[in-house]
């Protein structure tokens, strides 16, 4: 530690000493905590040679994601965060995932992804576990655009293949994965591109395995804030991917939303979606008398 100044040492003898807590303190908490003002916790980082706090921060979440396992987050933000820091740091390192993603961004691949997706016959999404989510959003929004979209149900593995039983050359079939990846998905990516389809992955990184079958890759940061998987800058990616495609498709959009509106005013209830059989009996009660009653003015 020679070189740093009196603050500085402190500051790195509590790091080594706690680097879990560290890794959710701002600059201010943490020259708080040492005892140190906050200019010289927000200098230190300077020292190390990180271009400024965030880095740093960013660094130690790096350490804390390879240290520890997800259940002993649970520990390390109940023992050293308050409501309004858990909420301060999970949101600031959204924030954090959505700029790194920016700044990674590859616009060939986006665009290649684009052009697949609309000009594709049929469309296959598929993602499990926390990636459902995504991929139902992903899927009730293509929707308003093309005919032919399937969000392939992956709780089981032979129901998965029965859904993608007919995609072949001409198809797209998308992959969506994070950490802890999902055998089942690459599976499908596989089986699509046997097929002659064309396969997108959107995962996290250039050593994802979902990249294994894919002609076309896209990718979003996605870390655990604590045992929850943040798919924040992955919904943001897909997001994008929509507009984009609702923009190059604006009058089918248009036209496809004029015929929603159209049946929901055609086919409007009142909003109890049970059928009554009780008084669908009554009414045929009723004809029976009515008819009953017909035939004794014949007489």
Same mark, same amino acid.
């Given at each position: 530690m020679?070189?740093l100044s009196?603050?500085?040492?402190r500051?790195?003898?509590?790091?080594?000493?706690?680097?879990?807590?560290?890794?959710?303190?701002?600059?201010?908490?943490?020259?708080?905590?040492v005892?140190?003002?906050?200019?010289?916790?927000?200098?230190f980082?300077?020292a =190390?040679?990180?271009?400024?706090?965030p880095?740093?921060q +960013? #660094?130690?979440?790096?350490?804390?994601?390879?240290?520890? /396992? !997800?259940?002993?987050?649970?520990?390390?933000?109940?023992?050293h965060?308050?409501t309004n820091m858990?909420?301060n740091n999970?949101?600031?390192m959204d924030a954090?995932?959505?700029?790194?993603t920016l700044?990674s961004?590859?616009?060939a691949s986006?665009d290649?992804?684009v052009?697949?997706?609309?000009?594709?016959?049929?469309?296959?999404?598929?993602?499990a576990?926390?990636?459902e989510?995504l991929a139902?959003f992903?899927?009730?929004y293509?929707r308003?655009?093309k005919k032919n979209?399937?969000?392939?149900?992956?709780?089981?593995?032979?129901e998965?293949?029965?859904?993608?039983m007919?995609i072949?050359?001409?198809d797209v079939?998308i992959?969506?994965?994070?950490p802890?990846?999902?055998?089942?998905? =690459?599976?499908?990516?596989?089986?699509a591109?046997?097929r +002659? #389809?064309r396969?997108?992955?959107?995962?996290d990184?250039? /050593? !994802?395995?979902?990249?294994?079958?894919?002609?076309c890759?896209?990718?979003?940061r996605?870390?655990?804030?604590?045992?929850v998987?943040?798919?924040?800058?992955?919904?943001?990616?897909i997001?994008?991917l929509?507009?984009s495609?609702?923009?190059?498709?604006?009058?089918?959009v248009?036209?496809?939303?004029?015929k929603?509106?159209t049946?929901?005013?055609?086919?409007?209830?009142?909003?109890?979606?049970e059928?009554?059989m009780l008084?669908e009996?009554?009414?045929?009660?009723?004809r029976?008398?009515?008819?009953?009653?017909?035939?004794d003015?014949e007489?």
């Open positions: 020679s070189g009196k603050g500085h040492k500051i790195a003898e509590y790091i080594l000493a706690n680097y879990e807590k560290c890794a959710f303190l701002t600059a201010a908490k943490l020259g708080e905590v005892g140190v003002s906050e200019s010289t916790a927000v200098r980082p300077a =190390l040679g990180f271009s400024g706090y880095e740093f +960013k #660094a130690l979440e790096d350490i804390l994601q390879e240290k520890i /396992h !997800s259940f002993d987050r649970i520990d390390v933000l109940n023992s965060m308050t858990v909420v999970v949101m600031s954090r995932k959505i700029e790194h700044k961004f590859d616009t986006f290649m992804a052009e697949d997706i609309m000009a594709a016959e049929s469309v296959y999404i598929i993602g576990r926390s990636c989510p139902e992903f899927g009730y293509l308003l655009v979209v399937q969000v392939v149900k992956t709780g089981n593995t032979n998965l293949f029965e859904q993608m007919y072949g050359e001409g079939a992959g969506i994965s994070f802890r990846y999902s055998m089942r998905t =690459l599976k499908a990516m596989e089986f591109n046997n +002659k #389809a396969v997108i992955a959107i995962t990184s250039v /050593h !994802s395995p979902m990249n294994m079958y894919s002609s890759n896209l990718f979003a996605s870390d655990m804030a604590s045992i998987d943040s798919l924040v800058a992955p919904m943001s990616l997001n994008a929509i507009v495609i609702c923009l190059k498709n604006s009058e089918q248009v036209e496809n939303i004029e929603i509106n049946f929901v005013d055609n086919f409007e209830y009142s909003g109890n979606d059928i009554n008084d009996n009554v009414v045929n009660e009723l029976k008398c009515m008819d009953n009653a017909a035939i003015d007489k």
